[in-house]
């Protein structure tokens, strides 16, 4: 499967809060399992979400896949073609419940929240659907902060530290992008194309900083440039 749009929901709120801010915790053998399974997806051009969904509202959509699931099971049951009017009503259900979560839920998509204040909102898809597959990979990873970068390796037991190999400090996504002097050189490309807010991370990755007003939108110009920066240096490559 390739090129495609996945969306991943689950009830299980703690299994999505392992999933989007892993920690020394039992189970993590399994975290990283899911998180190889996704990074495989991505690699494919696929573009991964995991959304959690309240067990005390649970749509429509869960309940039909549950009942449907269950019949599938009775003996001489074949499968059967859905109505064409029942599945635009469980699409249009499915997106008003989306539409008021609203909030993200608590410990996912931490990183992501605190560099955009503007998620949930249309502007991720608009930003991703302008990136080849490829782009989107490594803006997805710089986004959510589940990136091959040891700040977060370390976390799921893939890296035995979270420093850079020099040591220097914890190899965050903002480190990596700013700091970190191996990659001098590529960063110097990369503020050279960019005209304002250099070393903003909301900037920096398309996303809308507190300060940013109603008539804001993505700097796509700054975005490439620092897309081109992280496959310039190699490090978010799979290794």
Known sequence: MKYRVIVIATSNK?????????RQQSGQGYIREIYDAIEKLRGDGNRVNLIWLPRD????????AKISARDATEPYMTPRRGMIKAKTTILNRTRAD??????????VGRHSRRVDSALPGK???LLYDQLSWKEASVLAQLRT???????????IRAAPTDE???GRAKETVEHFLFRCLKWTTQRKEMFQSINEKPGNLSFHLGDKAASDGQEWKPDMDAVRATIRFAIATGRLERR
Request: hydrophobic fraction near 30%; glycine fraction near 10%; aromatic fraction near 4%.
């Open 14 to 22: 703690s299994a999505a809060q392992a999933i989007g801010n892993p």
């Open 57 to 64: 509202s649970e749509l429509k959509i869960q309940k039909t």
């Open 98 to 107: 989306l539409r008021m979560e609203r909030k993200l839920p608590d410990g």
């Open 123 to 125: 502007h991720t898809r």
């Open 145 to 155: 902060g589940m990136a091959r970068l040891n700040g977060y390796l370390y976390q």
């Open 164 to 166: 850079r190999p020099c």
